[in-house]
């Protein structure tokens, strides 16, 4: 997987739209773009993925800019239960040869604010 | 519902003492992995298969075993447990092992070995 860098944590207010970014400047032509989210004592959940084009489904958004070396994931409206630590990961195209994990980083700590 | 599970959720156990982690998952995906998260760290992937009697290891497995006899199970099993394997543990699954499928994640094992 590509290195991904994200801020370490983040600030929003209740209700309203939540950009977080995500640099990725090694990536590979093949490499999707991942974000998953763990809320606390829970596991990972993903949220969306996409290659080149920007991806829009029922929890967010996602933006890849025309070079791919970054993304943000845009949660248009947010509420107390989107906090939580946000992953961006680039890579997971099985290589044929070996581990396939997905690569999760330390992640952007998001926190709203009522 | 679609989902991973995974028991037991919780287990305290002493060194040495061989334990199973079990993994499940109903929704017919070929691929499933094994992490471990600890803080500071991140997860890692411990094991992974890529269907039933495909396995290989991640980059964390020593110490660890896992076998795929059926297409829905994937334990994990800790021939003889150390203090440094205490972590939270996550079984995840996919369709397949490719970069475009979603991963879905267990709620977590959470070992503490004495």
């Known amino acids: 997987d590509a290195k991904t860098t994200q801020p370490n944590s983040m600030e929003s207010n209740e209700e309203e739209p939540v950009h977080l970014p995500c640099n990725h400047s090694t990536i590979s032509g093949t490499d999707y773009i991942h974000w998953y989210r763990q809320l606390p004592s829970q596991g990972p959940e993903y949220v969306i993925h996409?290659?080149?084009s920007n991806v829009n489904n029922r929890m967010a958004s996602l933006a890849i800019a025309e070079d791919r070396k970054s993304s943000t994931l845009i949660l248009h409206r947010a509420t107390l239960r989107d906090a939580a630590v946000y992953y961006c990961i680039a890579g997971g195209m099985y290589s044929g040869g070996g581990a396939d994990g997905l690569t999760f980083g330390k992640g952007t700590h998001l926190i709203i604010q009522p | 519902e679609a989902q991973v599970t995974q028991n037991p959720r919780y287990l305290i156990t002493v060194t040495g003492k061989k334990l199973t982690v079990t993994c499940s998952q109903n929704m017919n995906h070929e691929y499933m992995s094994w992490y471990r998260q600890d803080p500071g760290l991140g997860l890692r992937q411990i094991y992974y298969s890529m269907n039933v009697e495909v396995t290989d290891k991640g980059d964390v497995p020593e110490g660890y075993k896992v076998s795929r006899k059926e297409k829905r199970n994937f334990p994990l099993i800790l021939e003889s447990p150390s203090p440094n394997q205490t972590s939270l543990y996550f079984c995840?699954?996919?369709?397949?092992?490719?970069?475009?499928?979603?991963?879905?994640f267990g709620p977590g094992t959470r070992l503490t070995v004495t």
């Open positions: 996409g290659l080149t």
């Open positions: 995840a699954s996919s369709q397949t092992p490719t970069g475009s499928y979603e991963q879905y």
